[in-house]
């Protein structure tokens, strides 16, 4: 779903909202699986995508990643509406996609909050605080 705010690689609290999402408010998450809509929050999101209850967000018939192709879910916030496989969206909670990920993203509907400065290099699209390992990067920091 193209935006006004596709392909900007550099996130803004100006940046447009789409009408139809503002019902989530700032914090608000959706992640529309096969099985039905998962309601919660950012921390909810980590909460799922640190343990294993992602393995269980089955894509949806027909709708494909904006990174890969494969068969993805939703992920809605009040900013956009993004197609990730459940790997994918994942990292993105976790932040730890990779530069081609970082950059399919900001191609398809701009850098979202998820992908800020403080969380992704705009210029490289490389992981600054990745809480799992980026596929192909080093490994994560852990504490």
Request: charged share 20%; glycine share 10%; aromatic share 8%.
């Amino acid at each position: 779903m193209p935006t006004p705010f596709a392909g900007e690689l550099h996130w803004t609290n100006r940046r447009p909202k789409p009408e139809h999402l503002a019902y989530l408010g700032v914090i608000g998450i959706e992640v529309i699986t096969a099985d039905g809509v998962i309601k919660t929050d950012p921390n909810g999101l980590v909460i799922a995508s640190s343990q294993s209850a992602w393995k269980k967000w089955r894509p949806i018939n027909g709708c494909a990643s904006v990174c890969s192709g494969e068969p993805a879910v939703l992920y809605r916030t009040h900013e956009a509406e993004i197609a990730l496989t459940p790997d994918e969206l994942r990292r993105l909670s976790l932040r730890a996609l990779t530069p081609q990920e970082f950059g399919a993203i900001c191609d398809a509907v701009g850098a979202t909050w998820d992908l800020h400065d403080d969380f992704y290099d705009p210029d490289t699209g490389e992981a600054l605080q990745p809480g799992v390992d980026v596929p192909g990067g080093p490994p994560a920091l852990s504490f």
